[in-house]
């Protein structure tokens, strides 16, 4: 079946490291998306691609990078962790001009200490 | 901008009861589609229900129905014969473009407690 598969589920880094969190879709889709779940402020879009070489900033993109060199991949890196980056990460992806909806994958936790 | 609203951060409701959550949004666009999520203590998010503006008639699936008011830009969920599988954070969202822009815009969240 396919899926879309976040990892780590939890991870725990210092302030100023570098770090990735990593997302695999077998779905297929074009579009990719980060977001950040926050208490108090929802869901919030990090970055997004709509394919192979593209990728675009959402509303909450500072200090956070992605690439996507090809389908199934869209990994999000901390260039320097800060504290204010504790938060839930979720990548989503979805099929192009459907409008169904995304898949969701199961979130990363981030604590940045 | 484009905005959704939860009005209702917390609710809490006695098991096999029904409740409605509440959503607004804001938007310019005359096409667009409304989407219910669903983050149990799991933190898996579960796509609950989806309504297409243009479709009058109120998405159902199975105890999940919506109440959509398009001219009140309002997109409410009514949960009947509550569960306590329903504890949940429950996210309304939406999205207005219909071609390769499907980025989603989501509520704040409703966190619902079914009481046993």
């Known amino acids: 079946d396919a899926e879309i598969t976040q990892s780590p589920r939890h991870k725990i880094t210092e302030t100023g490291r570098q770090v990735t969190l990593a997302c695999h879709q077998t779905w297929n889709h074009n579009n990719m998306f980060w977001y950040r779940q926050d208490l108090g402020h929802g869901l919030r879009l990090i970055h997004y691609?709509?394919?192979?070489?593209?990728?675009n900033k959402g509303e909450v993109s500072d200090g956070y990078s992605v690439s996507r060199s090809n389908t199934e991949d869209l990994p999000l890196t901390l260039e320097s962790a800060a504290s204010s980056q504790t938060s839930v990460y979720f990548c989503a992806s979805s099929e192009s001009g459907r409008n169904y909806g995304y898949t969701f994958g199961s979130g990363t936790r981030l604590t940045v200490v | 901008a484009q905005t959704v609203t939860q009005s209702q951060p917390e609710m809490s409701v006695q098991e096999a009861e029904t409740v409605t959550l509440s959503c607004t949004y804001d938007t310019s666009e005359n096409n667009y589609y409304l989407f219910w999520y669903k983050q149990p203590p799991s933190r898996q998010m579960i796509l609950v229900i989806r309504q297409e503006a243009y479709k009058q008639q109120n998405a159902t699936e199975n105890r999940f129905s919506v109440n959509f008011q398009k001219a009140a830009k309002s997109f409410s969920l009514k949960i009947s014969d509550s569960q306590l599988g329903d504890t949940a954070m429950y996210f309304c969202a939406f999205t207005t473009d219909m071609n390769r822009d499907d980025k989603i815009i989501f509520g704040k969240g409703t966190r619902l407690h079914i009481l046993p």
């Open positions: 691609s709509y394919g192979v070489q593209d990728t």
